[in-house]
């Protein structure tokens, strides 16, 4: 009866029963179980890492769900598994994943398996600390502080400025709202809503999604989010801006912030941030950068041109876990100001956390400035990884990215059935495939009715057979195009000629 209740191994003899538990002994013997550690992690290795970046090997294996239910048998249930059953179950999750870090994804703005921010997932995942105080994750506050300060350096901050990693760059540009807003309000902290006029904040139309969820979510209210037009590059229009502002001030409502894009999700397109600057000079508003995406062009001596005038920024985004390859989640929040502006905006000063009396210097604990409670220090893996090649081994990951988009688009431009949108600034190359069928046709509204299909179709075909992942989408009128990311420093010109051909292997019938 005795043994049937626990862990026989653990029992002893002297074993004593409280509330029903015998306390003798650990409840996890973490001896045995190291093994099942080991065994899976050469086969995490072996799956996950080697196969998963073969370029011969499936990008992924699609089931549809309630296949893979069926395959994964998904109840939880009263007893456990042996450790080889669980180390199947952990094969068949890789399996049935999609192999992210493969060369022929490119579905995402993420991609491609960067060794060294891999060992820094490792790392952190088994010291698995959390980064709101000094005391509990010395190595990693401090990592978290040096590469705020050398991304603050590349923004242009002379004299640096303050920041946080967050878990996305959708709650970096919440962030921005917040600081923003308690900048022009700082009553609101205490007192609320009830303490602000109606305010406006202005986006161009190609800004990413999180900007109208921040104002949702914020309480400012998607309908006080003014949408600036863009042109045809996708580019804000600062006469449209200043328009804007002029209709929000002449309705008597309180115009505060300025979000402007580096790097557009769909175009890869960069706003004039020199010019947006100049009017929110002019009309005393925060200009913040959404420049999650096109954020790695400023480790570019070639290519930081596109975010010229970025410095006069007050606040940036930044997600090196985009074309930089430290692995998801790494973003970063910065704010120019340095008076504690971040602090004060989100601090709760929690005393069982945030002890005033401790032993060392309280500075370093800087977990407050977070609307967080538990942090994962994300900026580690990008710190590892800036150590192993350097700057100027990321500087020449953006050129060869963009070499290669560059290189893409002129392959479009010379093959016959494909068509470029527009030349690319950055590494999103947007293009439309026509099949034959549809290449003497007239441009009519039938012939782009007929290639809004083609995409998606091409796209299941290409997911059933795994040969690669490619995003498409429509996009202000235009019918759907596919989206091809460039990202993986695996990534070389015949990777992006089997780009081409596959489209064109997949899609000739159609
Ligand atoms: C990806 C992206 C975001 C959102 O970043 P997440 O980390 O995915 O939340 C915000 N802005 C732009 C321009 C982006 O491309």
Same mark, same amino acid.
């Given at each position: 009866?005795r ?8 029992? #002893?003899?002297?074993?004593?029963l409280?509330?029903? /538990? ?11 179980t ?7 992690v ?10 998963g970046?073969d $370029? ?15 395959i ?6 009263e ?7 669980i ?8 399996? =049935?994943?999609? #192999?992210?870090g ?13 060794? =060294? ?8 995942e ?6 709101y ?25 002379? +004299?640096?400025?303050d ?18 807003? =308690?900048?022009?309000c700082?009553?609101?902290k ?15 139309q ?5 900007v ?17 037009s863009?042109? +045809? ?6 006469a +449209? ?7 929000a ?24 941030l020199?010019e947006?600057?100049?009017i ?5 508003? @925060? ?5 999650c @995406? ?13 975010l010229?005038? $970025? ?18 989640q ?6 120019r ?6 602090q ?9 956390l ?5 032993? =060392?210097? /309280? ?18 893996k990008?710190w590892?990884?800036w ?22 688009a002129v392959e ?12 690319p600034?950055y ?6 495939? $026509? ?13 782009w ?55 064109d ?6």
């Amino acid at each position: 009866m005795r043994e049937s209740l626990c862990h026989s191994n653990l029992v #002893k003899r002297d074993a004593v029963l409280v509330n029903g /538990m015998y306390l003798n002994g650990p409840t996890l013997d973490i001896k045995t179980t190291y093994k099942f550690v080991e065994d899976a992690v050469s086969l995490i290795l072996d799956e996950a890492v080697r196969k998963g970046t073969d $370029i011969l090997e499936k990008v992924c294996e699609w089931q549809p769900p309630e296949k893979l239910k069926e395959i994964l048998d998904l109840e939880l249930r009263e007893g456990g598994e042996p450790h080889s059953k669980i180390l199947k179950r952990c094969q068949d999750v890789i399996r =049935y994943s999609v #192999k992210t870090g493969h060369p022929h994804f490119f579905n995402q703005l993420y991609a491609g398996m960067d060794p =060294y921010s891999l060992v820094g997932r490792f790392i952190i995942e088994t010291t698995n600390p959390s980064l709101y105080t000094y005391e509990v994750a010395p190595v990693f506050v401090l990592t978290e502080d040096a590469v705020l300060r050398k991304m603050m350096e590349f923004v242009g901050w002379q +004299e640096e400025g303050d920041g946080i990693f967050s878990p996305g760059g959708s709650i970096s540009n919440m962030y921005a709202v917040n600081v923003a807003r =308690y900048h022009r309000c700082p009553d609101i902290k205490e007192q609320g809503l009830s303490a602000v006029p109606r305010l406006v904040l202005f986006t161009s139309q190609e800004c990413h999604y999180s900007v109208t969820k921040a104002a949702a979510f914020l309480g400012i209210g998607t309908k006080n989010v003014y949408a600036v037009s863009s042109d +045809e590059r996708g580019k804000m229009i600062p006469a +449209e801006l200043e328009k804007q502002v002029l209709r929000a001030k002449a309705e008597g409502a309180c115009p505060f912030m300025v979000n402007a894009t580096s790097g557009t999700t769909v175009l890869g397109a960069f706003d004039p941030l020199d010019e947006i600057a100049n009017i929110c000079q002019t009309h005393n508003l @925060w200009l913040h950068v959404d420049a999650c @995406w096109g954020g790695a062009a400023l480790l570019s001596r070639r290519h930081r041109h596109l975010l010229k005038g $970025i410095q006069r920024a007050n606040s940036v985004a930044w997600n090196p876990h985009k074309m930089l390859t430290a692995g998801l989640q790494c973003c970063a929040f910065m704010v120019r100001d340095k008076t504690g502006l971040l602090q004060r905006c989100h601090s709760a000063r929690a005393s069982y956390l945030f002890q005033q009396d401790k032993f =060392y210097d /309280m500075n370093y604990d800087t977990g407050d400035k977070s609307i967080q409670c538990s942090r994962k220090p994300d900026s580690f893996k990008f710190w590892l990884l800036w150590k192993a090649v350097g700057t100027y081994g990321l500087e020449e990951r953006v050129n060869k990215a963009i070499a290669l988009a560059r290189y893409l688009a002129v392959e479009i431009q010379r093959r016959e059935g494909f068509r470029l949108l527009m030349e690319p600034e950055y590494a999103n190359v947007c293009f439309w495939y $026509i099949p034959p069928s549809l290449r003497k046709m007239p441009e009519s509204k039938e012939f782009w009715e007929k290639i809004h299909n083609v995409a998606p179709l091409i796209k299941e075909r290409m997911m059933k057979k795994g040969s690669m992942m490619i995003g498409y989408q429509p996009h202000g009128g235009r019918a759907n195009f596919f989206r091809q990311i460039v990202i993986s420093p695996q990534l070389g010109r015949a990777d992006m000629d089997f780009v081409l051909d596959e489209i064109d292997k997949l899609g000739k019938d159609l």
